[in-house]
């Protein structure tokens, strides 16, 4: 693994191919990863994802430069030249973190969406292999989500509390809804990704719409390369349990227009 990327053309990932022996389900798969100030960790993000080409059938990476101020997009271009599965959407000014995956739902044609985060602290790779060697084949229009293990406290008690609070407001019982990575059946989606919020409550809309859900277990891993945009500390925490609040009503009403 990669793991210093000062000089992205010097490091070139290898390509796997697809082995259908471990594979959890034969349909086409899009994998859609935004980056925001990543620059230096792509190489890395990339390498570890492209392994999933050992489990699925992989058609494109898509890649999001989701409004950076660094050299994201520059390193992404690059990358983009050396692979053909992978596709590069640019976005200028970022105006959230959800906005990033809704353009990426948005180009993706596949069958299957798996959705990460850059920063890859939780390994798609591995997720994935713990759930193909149990000889799992994936249900007609189901997803697969995460259930994080072994985090810090503090975090893990943030996220309980955010999920309490969050299954009272929106008055039904939610899981582990928010972490990575996810494979999301795209024809099961009961709603439209425009309507989607920009922010971090896009990955409690994409839980909502995802219809039948299995959960595995994950455990998270240091970040290598880089570090967090948007987590500095509690008062970060504050402002996202804040945000997640003020989405809900949105949130309920999208869900109540849907059922008229």
């Not at 492209?50 to 489990?55: A, D, G, H, K, M």
């Not at 000889?135 to 996220?159: D, N, Q, V, Y």
Request: hydrophobic share 35%.
């Amino acid at each position: 693994m990669i793991l210093n990327n000062s000089n992205p053309k010097t490091l070139i990932p290898k390509h796997h191919t697809h082995d259908t022996r471990s594979v959890i389900s034969s349909k086409t798969v899009d994998v859609i990863i935004p980056f925001y100030n990543e620059s230096g960790n792509i190489i890395n993000a990339h390498e570890n994802v492209v392994r999933l080409e050992n489990i699925f059938n992989i058609k494109n990476y898509i890649y999001i430069n989701n409004g950076s101020k660094d050299r994201t997009f520059e390193e992404l271009k690059w990358l983009e030249q050396k692979y053909v599965k992978i596709k590069i959407i640019n976005i200028k000014e970022n105006i959230g973190y959800g906005n990033g995956f809704k353009k990426g739902f948005e180009l993706s044609k596949s069958d299957l969406i798996i959705t990460n985060h850059a920063d890859q602290q939780f390994d798609a790779f591995q997720f994935f292999s713990a759930i193909s060697d149990d000889s799992f084949k994936l249900s007609e229009g189901c997803s697969i989500f995460p259930l994080r293990k072994g985090r810090p406290l503090i975090a893990a008690l943030f996220t309980a509390i955010l999920r309490c609070t969050l299954s009272v407001k929106l008055g039904t019982k939610l899981n582990d809804f928010n972490g990575q990575p996810k494979l999301i059946d795209a024809a099961s989606l009961t709603l439209p990704i425009n309507d989607f919020p920009n922010n971090f409550s896009f990955d409690l809309m994409l839980y909502i719409a995802s219809g039948k859900k299995q959960f595995f277990p994950i455990f998270e891993q240091p970040r290598k390369l880089g570090e967090s945009s948007w987590n500095h500390g509690i008062v970060s925490k504050f402002y996202l349990f804040k945000s997640y609040l003020k989405s809900t009503k949105r949130i309920k009403t999208i869900i109540k227009q849907s059922q008229t």
